[in-house]
Structures are given as structure tokens and as C-alpha cells.
């Protein structure tokens, strides 16, 4: 069974960095050729993927928050992180973490596990 389970803060201010961390078990995030991705949805908006780690170290993002995003991970603890920067609250939404199903790269839309999701709101 794989489980991932969002943690951070719910309220973030204007200008300042959201952090968020993923904590996975079940799996390792050093599978080979594993892809582990943040994906958040804005109220009454699509669903937007962030960006991922693969199981390398490599990191990928969207065009649209490569500037502000960065994705790192603490692999003794099986975990990664999101960092979003100068967050606005435009970035206000929930916040997945998530595995790709086995055999799709960093940007094929298919996740086989999610956390439950957390709340992100940004106050302005």
C-alpha cells in the first residue's frame, strides 16, 4: 500500500514562500524510474501540475511557475518538498502530492496515488 500525506501550513502571506512536504511510505521515492509530482487545484479552476522529482534527483516544472517553484527531497526520510516563492493569492488552492503510475514520465497525467489533499490559502 502506498500512502502520501501532505504537511504544512494552511494560511501563507503575500510575497512570503509556501513550503509544503510530502511524506510517502509504501514506496521509495528512489524507485527506479519513479516520478513524483505536485499538483494543485484552484477553487473552480483545472487541476495544475507544478512540477515533479523523478527517483535521480532530476527535477522538471511547468513553464508557468519554473521561476518560482522549486522541488527538492530528503530521501532518508522519504520525502520531498514543494517551495513556491513570492506566492500571491492567485496560488491559493489544494495541494496534492502524488506518484505517476509506473512507466509514465514527469508530464503524462496519470497518478495511481494522491495524498489527501491540503488547503493553501494566501492572504493578501
Known amino acids: 500500500q502506498v500512502q502520501l500525506q501532505e504537511s504544512g501550513p494552511g494560511l501563507v502571506k503575500s510575497s512570503q514562500t509556501l513550503s509544503l512536504t510530502c511524506t510517502v511510505s509504501g514506496d521509495s521515492i528512489t524507485t527506479t524510474n519513479s516520478y513524483w509530482s505536485w499538483i494543485r487545484q484552484p477553487p473552480g479552476k483545472a487541476p495544475e501540475w507544478i512540477g515533479a522529482?523523478?527517483?535521480?534527483?532530476?527535477?522538471y516544472y511547468s513553464p508557468s511557475l519554473k521561476s518560482r517553484a522549486s522541488i527538492s527531497r530528503d530521501t532518508s526520510k522519504n520525502q520531498f518538498t514543494l517551495q513556491l516563492k513570492s506566492v500571491t493569492p492567485e496560488d491559493t488552492g489544494v495541494y496534492y502530492c502524488t506518484r505517476s503510475v509506473p512507466g509514465l514520465g514527469p508530464f503524462s497525467p496519470g497518478y495511481d496515488y494522491w495524498g489527501q489533499g491540503t488547503q493553501v490559502t494566501v492572504s493578501s
Open positions: 522529482i523523478a527517483s535521480s534527483g532530476n527535477t
